[in-house]
């Protein structure tokens, strides 16, 4: 069954490094959103990407993220300067008909 | 705001029995998925429920919908240890296609 897939599983940065997080979503799938989970707390939604732009995003993400689709398969989340409070899970998803959205193993991410 | 709140936050039953987990929320829906999350695992999609229908079946899965409760319940039957995991409702709404998830519910099925 296809999948979505996350590289890298566990991220380890300095902050205020820059950091960028990759993910593969299903190849015909359209629609592309990242999530975040800080440990111990809910889902949360960050953006949502498609037709080459951002449909909608969260008040989390400000300007030090961004987001990318450089090519037909992968699709990016940048952040600039990283935080201590960005440590979290971060959860890509792919979906062909807006819902339902299927999910990546996500990539832990620790700023030190 | 539009929150899913869960409940009970943990269940812990025998291999076999039968699970129940529930899930409300505060606005009208467009749709109400269930995931699973196995420990520091991703999301797994479990089933999708729209806002006109009241009962959903999956293999050992049933979902029921109550929209003027505004909640549902997610039903598993005869447990597995392998079911052990943290399960998530999330709904999304009619001008938007982002998820809002629940708090969770921590099942443990011990053989």
């Known amino acids: 069954e296809p999948e979505v897939t996350q590289t890298p599983s566990h991220q380890v940065t300095q902050m205020g490094q820059e950091v960028i997080l990759r993910c593969v979503p299903i190849?015909?799938?359209?629609?592309f959103y990242w999530y975040r989970q800080i440990l111990g707390q809910k889902v949360e939604f960050l953006v949502s990407?498609?037709?080459?732009?951002?449909?909608?995003k969260s008040e989390i993400f400000d300007d030090q993220f961004s987001v990318e689709r450089p090519d037909g398969s992968n699709f990016t989340l940048k952040i600039r300067s990283t935080k201590l409070e960005d440590s979290a899970m971060y959860f890509c998803?792919?979906?062909?008909?807006?819902?339902?959205?299927?999910f990546g193993d996500g990539t832990r991410l620790s700023i030190l | 705001s539009q929150q899913g709140e869960e409940d009970p936050q943990a269940l812990s039953i025998q291999e076999g029995e039968n699970a129940t987990m529930n899930c409300s929320y505060k606005?009208?829906?467009?749709?109400l998925q269930w995931y699973r999350q196995n420990s520091g695992r991703g999301l797994v999609h479990l089933i999708l429920?729209?806002?006109?229908?009241r009962e959903k079946h999956s293999g050992r899965l049933r979902v029921t919908l109550d929209t003027s409760k505004k909640s549902s319940s997610l039903l598993i039957t005869a447990s597995r240890a392998a079911d052990t995991a943290s399960y998530f409702c999330?709904?999304?709404?009619?001008?938007?296609?982002?998820?809002?998830f629940g708090t969770g519910t921590r099942l443990q099925v011990f053989p």
């Open positions: 990407f498609y037709n080459n732009e951002i449909s909608e």
């Open positions: 998803a792919s979906s062909g008909t807006k819902q339902p959205q299927h």
């Open positions: 999330a709904t999304d709404f009619y001008n938007t296609d982002k998820l809002i």
């Open positions: 606005t009208s829906i467009n749709n």
């Open positions: 190849s015909n799938h359209l629609y």
């Open positions: 429920i729209r806002s006109n229908e």
